[in-house]
């Protein structure tokens, strides 16, 4: 989830109404969100929502922080104005990047903090949800600059030239992606379009590409800033809104006043931001029983009012009405979870259950169990490794060629790659790891591994005896005492593998299947691992 | 003479049988002269020094050897010399192109890594470029000479070498420190006058034997004099493994409380992980930076038609995007204990309570506080009318139960299945406040599709290995998979080692 760093003057002043540190926190549950660490002034925080963009921001913290002390409830109120703004969009961005949806915001008084801020909403808003800006990508703009009606229409990648953000020539669209900074960084958002999408105004001043980069001269913003246009682009509106009225709701919050912009598309019209509230209506008596409590409706209602819903009740049935800058809400329990959370969860109560089941452990989790038991009783140590291993361990180490396993299509660690299909060298990786240690060693794991012929997971029983004189009768003898205690009707059959002495090595048989191996380990594997003391082992199916 | 007697009576065979050429110089000698085994010789050695008829004299030594890798790259070069030698012939070699060399991967890092400390090359948008001037490039590199002049003993090494033994000690099995302790000893007095006896006259009574007993030879004999105080060899009895004994007792724990135990694959599809579980297919969770995805094809799983049915509506009504199978059937290692609770649901008995200890995986590089596996407990609880404060009051019972903590709070959290969610955390008497599960009502669009009903269903998952850690006393992820069988052992060692 996103950290972002805000300052906890700027966020006193948002709430109007001083905090301490440790006030801050307690309040950040109300946002899901916890303080990771505190220099002075600066707060890094991280989000908990995944679904609540909103509280990525200073502003939407300050919004939840202000219902909840009381110091402003219900659904907030923000004015948006008409206006003559019209962005035209052109029929060849259809096929790459087709939807926009704008808004002006006036009579911003920006400083370094609020500038700071903007920038971290979009960034983290576009990373985040906006999936890598693939989704959503966010521009905001000196509205003073520009030229209006603004077009969003595409280029080819050569036909086109202006100056990036922080470059100081002008380069084409092609040069964009493969010299500036965020070019190479987006370039792969681009890589099959023939033309690149491009907002430009009416005297021909380009304001971006997104979603890579704006211009130097309309998409800087700077503390001299007071009116911006803002547009967030991309292909589907259940990305893009919620981004748009985040930000307007964010710098309405800090003073500034919304106007709507008209969007032409051919012969759809459409006007943004659009903060019409939504309504949701909830069962008193289900919210009740989902929490546990017995509150009346006039209590849910001002208890979602501190969510900053606006509530009414009627007949046992609650409406709320909600600002579009929440795109969570689907379900009742949505809403209901804000009002156990306004309630404040250290208020509830715990009340006891009484569902009366029988536990019982899995049937292999019992077979462990007892054989475990018994090894202990014949001296052995229980050891525990991992599952995630590598082909050099599963094959080259134990002299056997190269086959199929599970990998992993993303592994961070070689060493870590594959799924394990045996036990054997997860037993010899451990001997290996411990001889310098006193003999002798006798080890034993019941561990899962990737039966891939199968295509299932098993779990297995691996025993490991190594000392001086050890042989295939001693490992033999554990074997037998195992089958013969827990009643599995085994018999020994020949058997050649590359990781045993041959003529020492034998094939567990259950029905006339093998289900394991058992034999003195070959001196050329007990090298690899440089493993100095004569080593048996045996590994044995427990389920299929 | 009666204590010199009494000296006689104690000597054990092999104490007998080295007496007489105690005047040897060395072990060696003394092994030789007594045709005895080594190892038998050095206790009885340490057994007549108890009794004063020798001095032993300790003397500890260390020798650098090469080791296997050392021995194949003392024929074949050193990895940087190689590099070196292929980098000369034409000044910049593409690190796409590295492989041509010969190198496995660690090896090129290895010598890319040594060449630049020196100076000799540096990389540069994917080129490895030759820095070196051609006098350097013949000259040898202190570790060239270094794994040349072995075996060495430590103490005769020059400080350039052993800088290079720092080098070189942390790279795969090129040299080995071998410790080894000599001893020497001198015969006493006592040991000199012993020699002066005639040692096989006295015939005392060693192992008793059945046959000494059947045949009563032991009413004339005598029995040799033990040393009962001198410490005897160790051995070891068969013991739990540490963790696994404490996920046992989180086991029996669960089922007195009545779950039952769930389990399933390794190997997941994204279905039951995340499709099931209400996470739209375009959702941040199920990027690669927290999933393990396969790389193999197996066979897809066939799912229930009604199941699948259910989940692609409801994500289609509730998150307004085209929902498509082919998407929920990549294989992943299961990330989460939760996806056993979905696979459970549409068999579940109501009411129901069912718990299951999972082995998951996340992309993490291990290190002391994280692991790539690990274990989670997760479960779910059936009934009708279920509470938020019922789930309350199950965590509450299993932070006291499982983890011993008595002290807790409920903190509002988000999980993507779960509406209302909750995170608990608990005051460890040593660490604070430290987060030890999360847990929710399991959100009616999961609930719906798989059981085809709405049931109250609360689902709870804890942080399993950390619990552990600090019931186990350890600060180290890493040892509750510990490979040291000395810290399984119960062994403490003073000196701190790795228990890896």
């Known amino acids: 989830m996103p950290v972002i760093e805000i300052s906890k003057k700027d966020l006193c002043n948002l709430v109007g109404k001083n905090m301490t540190k440790e006030e801050i926190e307690e309040m950040l549950h109300f946002t899901k969100s916890t303080l990771e660490s505190d220099e002075g002034d600066l707060l890094k925080v991280e989000a908990g929502d995944a679904n609540r963009p909103d509280l990525w921001t200073v502003e939407g913290i300050a919004r939840v922080i202000k219902g909840q002390t009381g110091k402003e409830t219900g659904m907030p109120d923000y004015k948006v104005a008409n206006s003559n703004y019209v962005v035209n969009i052109e029929e060849n961005v259809a096929k790459v990047r087709p939807l926009t949806v704008c808004a002006v915001v006036?009579?911003?008084?920006?400083?370094?903090?609020?500038?700071?801020?903007?920038?971290?909403?979009?960034?983290?808003?576009?990373?985040?949800?906006?999936?890598?800006?693939?989704?959503?990508?966010?521009?905001?703009?000196?509205?003073?600059?520009?030229?209006?009606?603004?077009?969003?229409?595409a280029f080819s990648p050569d036909k086109l030239k202006f100056v990036p953000l922080e470059m100081d020539k002008p380069?084409?669209?092609?040069?964009?992606?493969?010299?500036?900074?965020?070019?190479?960084?987006?370039?792969?958002?681009?890589?099959?379009?023939?033309?690149?999408?491009?907002?430009?105004?009416?005297?021909?001043?380009?304001?971006?590409?997104?979603?890579?980069?704006?211009s130097n001269y309309t998409g800087k913003v700077t503390a001299d800033t007071k009116n911006v246009f803002i547009e967030v682009s991309g292909f589907s509106y259940n990305f893009i809104t919620p981004i748009l009225n985040i930000i307007v709701c964010a710098l309405s919050d800090r003073g500034g006043k919304i106007e709507k912009v008209t969007i032409l598309n051919g012969k759809s019209k459409i006007t943004t931001p659009d903060l019409s509230a939504q309504s949701k209506t909830i069962d008193a008596d289900y919210c009740n029983s989902i929490i546990g409590l017995n509150l009346k409706q006039a209590e849910i209602c001002n208890l979602?009012?501190?969510?900053?819903?606006?509530?009414?009740?009627?007949?046992?049935?609650?409406?709320?009405?909600?600002?579009?800058?929440?795109?969570?809400?689907?379900?009742?329990?949505?809403?209901?979870?804000?009002?156990?959370?306004?309630?404040?969860?250290?208020?509830?109560?715990?009340?006891?259950?009484?569902?009366?089941?029988?536990g019982k452990p899995s049937e292999i989790s019992e077979e462990k169990r007892k054989i475990s038991e018994l090894l202990i009783g014949l001296g052995m140590q229980e050891i525990a490794t991992f599952t995630l291993t590598n082909k050099n361990n599963l094959f080259k180490k134990v002299n056997k060629p190269e086959g199929n396993i599970v990998e992993v299509a993303n592994p961070i660690s070689e060493n870590y790659a594959c799924l394990r299909d045996s036990l054997v060298p997860s037993m010899l990786e451990f001997l290996s790891a411990n001889t310098k240690k006193e003999f002798p060693q006798k080890v034993f794991e019941m561990g899962e591994v990737y039966n891939i012929e199968k295509e299932c997971t098993q779990t297995r029983l691996s025993v490991a005896i190594t000392h001086s004189k050890v042989n295939f009768t001693e490992i033999r003898q554990i074997l037998d005492n195992i089958a013969r205690s827990r009643s599995i009707p085994i018999s020994i059959g020949e058997k050649k593998d590359n990781s045993f002495i041959e003529g020492r090595t034998g094939a567990i048989i259950k029905d006339e299947k093998e289900i394991g191996i058992i034999g003195e380990v070959h001196p050329k594997v007990l090298s690899i691992w440089n493993i100095e003391m004569p080593c048996s082992i045996l590994e044995i199916t427990l389920e299929n | 003479m009666e204590g010199l007697q009494e000296t006689i009576k104690a000597l054990s065979p092999i104490e007998k049988k080295i007496i007489p050429f105690l005047n040897s110089a060395s072990v060696g000698e003394l092994v030789e002269k007594s045709k005895s085994d080594k190892t038998e010789v050095l206790r009885a050695l340490d057994f007549l020094a108890n009794k004063g008829i020798v001095n032993l004299v300790y003397s500890a030594s260390k020798k650098v050897v090469l080791g296997t890798n050392g021995e194949v790259y003392l024929k074949n070069g050193l990895p940087e010399r190689r590099l070196l030698t292929a980098l000369s012939k034409q000044n910049s070699i593409n690190l796409s192109d590295a492989s041509k060399i010969g190198l496995d991967d660690n090896e090129l890092k290895a010598a890319i890594g040594a060449l630049k400390r020196r100076?000799?090359?540096?990389?540069?948008?994917?080129?490895?470029?030759?820095?070196?001037?051609?006098?350097?490039?013949?000259?040898?590199?202190?570790?060239?000479?270094?794994?040349?002049?072995?075996?060495?003993?430590?103490?005769?090494?020059?400080?350039?070498?052993?800088?290079?033994?720092?080098?070189?000690?942390?790279?795969?099995?090129?040299?080995?420190?071998?410790?080894?302790?000599?001893?020497?000893?001198?015969?006493?007095?006592?040991?000199?006058?012993?020699?002066?006896?005639?040692?096989?006259k006295a015939n005392y009574i060693e192992q008793i034997t059945p046959q000494i007993i059947k045949d009563g030879s032991w009413e004339k004999r005598n029995f040799?004099?033990?040393?009962?105080?001198?410490?005897?060899?160790?051995?070891?009895?068969?013991?739990?493994?540490?963790?696994?004994?404490?996920?046992?007792?989180?086991?029996?724990?669960?089922?007195?409380?009545?779950?039952?135990?769930?389990?399933?694959?390794?190997?997941?599809?994204?279905?039951?992980?995340?499709?099931?579980?209400?996470?739209?297919?375009?959702?941040?969770?199920?990027?690669?930076?927290?999933?393990?995805?396969?790389?193999?094809?197996?066979?897809?799983?066939?799912?229930?038609?009604?199941?699948?049915?259910?989940?692609?509506?409801?994500?289609?009504?509730?998150?307004?995007?085209?929902?498509?199978?082919?998407?929920?059937?990549?294989?992943?290692?299961?990330?989460?204990?939760?996806?056993?609770?979905?696979?459970?649901?549409?068999?579940?008995?109501?009411?129901?309570k069912y718990f299951a200890i999972a082995r998951c995986y996340r992309p993490d590089v291990v290190d002391a506080k994280h692991l790539s596996e690990f274990n989670q407990v997760e479960g779910i609880i059936l009934d009708k009318n279920l509470t938020l404060k019922n789930l309350f009051y199950m965590l509450g019972l299993f932070a006291k139960e499982i983890g011993g903590i008595k002290d807790i709070k409920f903190v509002p959290h988000y999980f993507?299945?779960?509406?209302?969610?909750?995170?608990?955390?608990?005051?460890?008497?040593?660490l604070g406040w430290i987060e030890i599960g999360g847990a929710g009502i399991l959100r009616r669009e999961v609930v719906k599709p798989l059981i085809g009903k709405d049931v109250t269903v609360l689902a709870w998952g804890l942080g399993i290995d950390r619990l552990a850690m600090y019931k186990l006393g350890i600060d180290d992820i890493r040892h509750l998979f510990s490979y040291n069988i000395d810290f399984l052992r119960g062994i403490k060692n003073d000196k701190k080692e790795s228990v890896n």
């Not at chain 2, 001198?186 to 020699?195: E, S």
């Not at chain 2, 996470?279 to 999933?291: D, I, L, W």
């Not at chain 2, 059937?329 to 204990?337: A, D, S, T, V, Y």
């Not at chain 2, 993507?416 to 955390?425: A, D, K, Q, R």
């Open chain 1, 106 to 153: 006036k009579n911003l008084k920006f400083d370094e903090e609020s500038i700071k801020q903007m920038i971290q909403l979009q960034e983290k808003l576009c990373e985040g949800f906006g999936l890598g800006r693939k989704e959503a990508a966010l521009g905001v703009y000196d509205l003073d600059k520009i030229k209006w009606p603004i077009t969003y229409t």
């Open chain 1, 171 to 214: 380069l084409t669209l092609k040069e964009i992606l493969q010299k500036h900074d965020k070019g190479r960084q987006y370039a792969h958002l681009l890589k099959d379009a023939a033309e690149y999408p491009i907002f430009i105004d009416n005297a021909k001043e380009v304001l971006s590409m997104p979603p890579i980069i704006n």
């Open chain 1, 304 to 358: 979602l009012k501190k969510a900053r819903f606006d509530a009414k009740s009627q007949g046992g049935k609650i409406t709320v009405q909600y600002l579009p800058y929440r795109q969570d809400i689907m379900d009742d329990r949505d809403v209901i979870e804000d009002v156990a959370i306004a309630y404040g969860y250290s208020n509830l109560a715990p009340e006891e259950t009484r569902v009366t089941t029988i």
């Open chain 2, 119 to 200: 100076a000799m090359a540096r990389l540069e948008s994917g080129k490895i470029i030759l820095e070196a001037k051609e006098e350097e490039v013949c000259k040898k590199m202190l570790e060239e000479q270094l794994i040349e002049s072995l075996p060495i003993n430590f103490d005769d090494l020059s400080p350039e070498k052993r800088y290079a033994i720092d080098q070189l000690k942390n790279r795969k099995e090129i040299i080995r420190i071998d410790e080894s302790k000599d001893v020497s000893f001198k015969v006493t007095d006592l040991g000199k006058r012993l020699q002066s006896q005639d040692l096989s």
């Open chain 2, 224 to 352: 040799r004099k033990y040393n009962i105080i001198s410490p005897v060899p160790r051995i070891f009895g068969g013991r739990k493994q540490p963790y696994l004994s404490f996920l046992e007792d989180v086991r029996e724990k669960l089922v007195r409380l009545g779950f039952e135990e769930m389990s399933g694959s390794l190997v997941e599809n994204e279905f039951w992980n995340f499709d099931a579980l209400f996470q739209p297919q375009y959702h941040v969770a199920r990027a690669s930076a927290s999933t393990y995805y396969v790389k193999n094809k197996l066979k897809d799983e066939k799912i229930e038609k009604n199941i699948i049915e259910g989940v692609k509506k409801q994500h289609e009504s509730s998150w307004k995007y085209k929902w498509d199978i082919k998407n929920a059937l990549k294989l992943i290692l299961r990330p989460q204990g939760t996806v056993l609770s979905a696979r459970q649901l549409p068999k579940a008995k109501i009411p129901g």
């Open chain 2, 416 to 430: 993507p299945f779960t509406e209302p969610s909750v995170e608990i955390h608990g005051k460890h008497p040593k």
